[in-house]
């Protein structure tokens, strides 16, 4: 007879915690474990970046395509700048805009995945599947989040990036969390405001990070993509926590026991995300 022993419990701050910024963020130690966890995933966690990379920028060429006729002439404009029309920026801009919306569930999935390894659990690359159980959820709150940002930036343009930072953790709330879109938006602002001069420094850095990858010709993003979404994953954790349950199967015979651990261990997230 199969006697399983289940016990819930959560894994870094809470929601309450969280939102009344009773938790401890160190920039030093949240990037060292980021830059660790890249490593120590490099090989399994890179098929999905690939994946998401690749389903963005198919995003950006055809909205591209559909709207300008041939992605080309945007080359013909950089080259020549006095044919850079306001066509050609409004094209840019809306294929930009469609492809966070559309790739939305996606981004979601690496999230996850990253979430899970920042608990310790591992993951395959069909795991990027994951978001996409919350794609209306999720897609709602990346275009309130884009909207809100654009209008923002019409202001100032500060205040677009100070909303991209504040909305940063909604998706994992969402997903993780199980709140909903705008609760998720509201949620992630308030408790980032308790620590906003820590946000901003890492996602400055982040972003300092992206910009050199770029100037190599784009090949440090195959480190620079991975550690992003662990740092997001340890910055949640931190904040509002990771619910998990761990399941221990013991059977009569011992030939059997590994039979009952799944692929991945004997581990599961509660919100039955992972597989580990």
């Not at 007879?1 to 289940?6: I, S």
């Not at 949240?30 to 970046?49: D, G, N, Q």
């Not at 990070?209 to 997001?232: D, Q, S, T």
Request: glycine share 8%; hydrophobic share 50%.
């Amino acid at each position: 007879m199969n006697k399983d022993f289940e016990k819930d419990f959560n894994l870094g701050g809470t929601v309450d915690r969280a939102l009344s910024g009773d938790y401890k963020l160190s920039l030093g130690a949240v990037f060292r474990e980021a830059w660790s966890c890249t490593l120590k995933t490099f090989l399994s966690f890179s098929p999905a970046i690939v994946i998401l990379m690749m389903v963005q920028l198919g995003i950006f060429y055809l909205a591209l395509k559909l709207q300008l006729g041939n992605p080309g002439i945007i080359l013909d404009a950089i080259q020549n700048p006095e044919t850079f029309s306001q066509g050609i920026v409004q094209a840019i801009f809306i294929a930009n805009f469609s492809y966070e919306v559309i790739s939305a569930p996606i981004y979601a999935g690496v999230c996850l995945m990253a979430m899970s390894h920042i608990a310790g659990l591992s993951t395959k690359p069909r795991h990027i599947g994951k978001g996409l159980q919350h794609t209306v959820p999720v897609i709602i709150a990346t275009l309130a989040s884009l909207v809100l940002q654009g209008l923002a930036g019409m202001i100032l343009p500060f205040l677009s990036m100070y909303l991209a930072v504040a909305f940063s953790q909604s998706i994992l709330l969402i997903c993780e969390k199980r709140v909903s879109p705008i609760n998720s938006l509201i949620l992630s602002i308030r408790a980032v405001n308790k620590k906003l001069f820590i946000f901003l420094g890492a996602y400055g850095m982040v972003s300092l990070m992206f910009i050199v990858a770029v100037m190599f010709y784009g090949i440090g993003l195959i480190f620079v993509l991975p550690f992003f979404f662990h740092m997001k994953g340890i910055l949640y954790r931190e904040m509002f926590g990771i619910k998990l349950k761990v399941i221990a199967k013991q059977q009569p015979d011992s030939d059997d026991d590994n039979n009952d651990q799944g692929d991945d261990g004997n581990s599961n997230s509660g919100s039955q995300y992972f597989d580990a």
